[in-house]
């Protein structure tokens, strides 16, 4: 399967009165023609503003650099403001986290959909409001023509994300980014929204990239992984290697979060991963998870941490070998 999406040493800075802010720092991630790829992490360690940075539409005053950037051949970084404008919406689309804050209020439903195949394909209003009905019926969403006329806070939550999805649907994308997109939803709806997101995916043979901080969610629905702290992608690996043989100590540590159907008991504690995330302003010296983590030694605090690749096709960021995260792994898991 070819690379759709190349990130090699990816950063975004912010400039800030305190000094410069470097919330995303060296990400190199590939994601591949027609698969699933969540991007795992707690709140704040830069998985939104990647995608943000591959789509560019960082917030004022940030800038993106990287060794490359490529999607599907075109290397983003070269592209002016029209160019990409081009490409949003028609070869790569976002699903936003809050689909209340992301769609128009002063515009209806349809208005909103049709906008992006009219800008994108040389179609009439009545083909794109035929296309716009047919991908509400997609996303079940019942009476669809009806629909059209009705404006975003008429709508529930579950149905603004629906909304959502056929928007980023319009253009046929290869490859969609869903930031969060379960995030204010009640659990049964959320489990709608995923279900739907796969099935469309697998329908369609676009790739997708989902970003998350729900490791049910990842187990569900993705095939590859990568976790990310304090700006940096600290592992990838399949989602059957992530959960059965987590290398870098952050991930253990997410996983000791969640209950395990069939072992975790009634009333017993869960996980927790003491600490607090190192500032993200000016430079980052040594294993960024090294306050928290329970294998940490001298090395630790100096030491470069490169993102390693293994020979199974995985990559963590510590300094220990595959042998001894792994032993690591069992021994945080029994005690």
């Known amino acids: 399967m070819s690379a759709l999406l190349q990130i090699d040493q990816l950063d975004v800075e912010i400039p800030l009165g305190r000094g410069l802010l470097r919330p995303v720092r060296a990400v190199s991630l590939e994601v591949r023609r027609g698969e699933t790829v969540c991007v795992v992490g707690e709140s704040g360690c ?15 005053g940030a800038r993106r650099a990287a060794q490359r950037l490529w999607f599907d051949g075109v290397d ?27 769609l128009n209020p002063a515009y209806t439903i349809g208005n909103q959909l049709e906008e992006a195949l009219l800008r994108h394909r040389k179609v009439s209003r009545s083909d794109a409001r035929a296309r716009a009905i047919s991908l509400l019926e997609k996303v079940g969403m019942t009476g669809a023509a009806s629909r059209l006329s009705q404006y975003p806070h008429q709508l529930s939550g579950g149905l603004r994300q629906r909304v959502m999805i056929a928007m980023a ?38 790739a997708m990239i989902l970003i998350t901080h729900d490791l049910g969610i990842v187990a569900r629905i993705a095939d590859r992984v990568a976790i990310m702290y304090a700006g940096q992608i600290v592992e990838t690996g399949t989602v059957r290697a992530i959960f059965t043989r987590p290398l870098h100590p952050y991930t253990q540590g997410l996983l000791r979060c969640i209950p395990i159907p069939g072992k975790t008991r009634r009333g017993e504690h869960l996980g927790s991963i003491p600490g607090m995330v190192p500032s993200l302003i000016g430079a980052l010296t040594g294993c960024a998870f090294r306050n928290r983590c329970r294998f940490a030694f001298d090395r630790c605090a100096t030491a470069a941490v490169a ?13 220990l070998s595959v042998d001894d995260c792994a032993a690591n792994a069992v021994e945080a898991a029994s005690g």
């Open 46 to 60: 830069g998985k939104s503003l990647t995608s943000l940075a591959i789509m560019d539409l960082l917030p004022q």
């Open 169 to 206: 649907l319009m253009c046929g994308p290869k490859m969609i980014i869903a930031d969060e997109p379960t995030t204010a939803l009640d659990v049964t709806i959320q489990a709608q929204i995923l279900y739907l997101l796969r099935a469309l995916q697998r329908e369609l043979g676009m």
């Open 76 to 102: 983003l970084l070269k592209l002016d403001e029209r160019q990409m404008a081009d490409l949003r919406g028609n070869a790569m689309a976002m699903v936003f986290q809050e689909p209340m804050t992301s």
């Open 307 to 319: 993102l390693t690749e293994t020979e199974s096709g995985r990559s963590y960021r510590c300094l």
